[in-house]
């Protein structure tokens, strides 16, 4: 069966510097893929490259078994990528309800507003009771739910999602993790960037290991728990 998005061979880089080196893997359609590694390890650049935010200098991207290489993101998007990046991407002194419309009027015209919101509304019903607060003031929890909401608007065939973790407070991300489940039964393939390991090995059933930009482990995530461990944790002496 097809792939909902593979990376073949990727060498990507910032300028001089290379930060993967013939990095494959692929996520199949539905499926669930948790991306882990140490800091630096090259998680953020897979996770940019698999949306096309990055291109890659040489290897390739297929997203649904196209080959998007090189593609602007706007294709990535219309193909089906939903990119939820690190941090919190709101617009801190507009309303949640403005947030969401800025970003549903671009992906669905206005015409298709009113069902987005509704959707959004339904998945994250925290983001419907503020719906006419100033997202800067919201929570660090509540601004990484809008952010999500602002890309997951019509159940989006793939999710990558990067460190949806970081900085929040555990039973906010296991808040987060549910909504995902939720999102994740209704179809939506995923590749899963975190440091929180626990969340990422209970919600993917499929583990890629990542050391200096290469892939150093992958298999399922019921053998990954060992692994992990012993190449993340010991490794570091921690
Ligand atoms: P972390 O968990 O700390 O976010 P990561 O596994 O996501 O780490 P990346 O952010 O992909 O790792 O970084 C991989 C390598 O690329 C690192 O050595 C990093 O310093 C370097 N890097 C990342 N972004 C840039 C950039 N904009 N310019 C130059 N180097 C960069």
Redesign the pocket.
């Known amino acids: 069966m097809t792939p909902a998005l593979e990376l073949r061979a990727v060498e990507a880089?910032?300028?001089p510097?290379r930060?993967?080196f013939g990095v494959t893997l692929s996520v199949p359609t539905g499926g669930a893929v948790a991306l882990l590694?140490?800091?630096?390890?090259?998680?953020?650049?897979?996770?940019?490259v698999a949306s096309g935010l990055l291109v890659p200098s040489s290897g390739s991207v297929h997203v649904d078994g196209r080959d998007l290489t090189g593609e602007r993101t706007f294709r990535y998007a219309r193909a089906g990528v939903a990119h939820a990046p690190?941090g919190r991407s709101v617009f801190a002194t507009f309303t949640v309800e403005e947030n969401l419309t800025l970003s549903f009027q671009r992906l669905l015209g206005s015409e298709g507003l009113n069902d987005g919101l509704e959707r959004a509304y339904s998945i994250f019903p925290r983001l419907g009771e503020r719906r006419r607060q100033v997202a800067g003031t919201l929570s660090g929890g509540e601004q990484r739910m809008l952010s999500m909401a602002r890309v997951l608007v019509e159940a989006p065939p793939v999710l990558v999602a990067?460190?949806l973790s970081l900085g929040l407070a555990p039973i906010v991300t296991d808040e987060i993790y549910a909504t995902l489940e939720a999102i994740r039964a209704s179809g939506t393939a995923m590749l899963i960037?975190e440091?929180h390991v626990g969340h990422a090995l209970a919600l993917c059933e499929h583990v890629v290991l990542?050391d200096k930009?290469t892939v150093a482990w992958e298999g399922p995530a019921d053998d990954a728990a060992d692994v992990v461990v012993s190449r993340l944790f010991e490794k570091s002496g921690g």
């Open positions: 880089g910032y300028g510097f930060a993967l590694g140490a800091n630096g390890a090259g998680k953020t650049t897979v996770a940019r690190e990067d460190e960037v440091q990542l930009g």
